[in-house]
Nanobody, 117 residues
Framework: QVQLVESGGGLVQPGGSLRLSCAASGSIFSINFMGWYRQAPGKERELVATISRTGNTNTNYAGSVKGRFAISTDNAKNTVYLQMNSLKPEDTAVYYC?????????WGQGTQVTVSS
């Protein structure tokens, strides 16, 4: 089992920035990627960004966040970060940390991000 604990959500004005963190613990050897998904009210959960935990650290972004968000990882700390810049009201959602081997096997509890003036 892998436990994921997120932090860093909150309220920010449009155009502002936030950084989310997710610390993994437990059977870390059983995951080869980590990432972030989000779910807005009345919508399905969608991928935001993922990053490989293997040597190549490949990343993948949703088109709606490409160029504004950046995912990174500190494997020594088993932590993944999501730097969110130029935030828009449509980025408002609960953001979930995710991890797995090839597909998502583990979810965090979620952290609320609200972009509003």
């Amino acid at each position: 089992q892998v436990q994921l604990v997120e932090s860093g959500g909150g309220l920010v004005q449009p155009g502002g920035s936030l950084r989310l963190s997710c610390a993994a613990s437990g059977s870390i050897f059983s995951i080869n990627f980590m990432g972030w998904y989000r779910q807005a009210p009345g919508k399905e959960r969608e991928l935001v960004a993922t990053i490989s935990r293997t040597g190549n650290t490949n990343t993948n972004y949703a088109g709606s966040v490409k160029g504004r968000f950046a995912i990174s990882t500190d494997n020594a700390k088993n932590t993944v970060y999501l730097q969110m810049n130029s935030l828009k009201p449509e980025d408002t959602a609960v953001y979930y940390c995710a991890a797995g081997w090839g597909s998502v096997n583990y979810w965090g509890q979620g952290t609320q991000v609200t972009v509003s003036s």
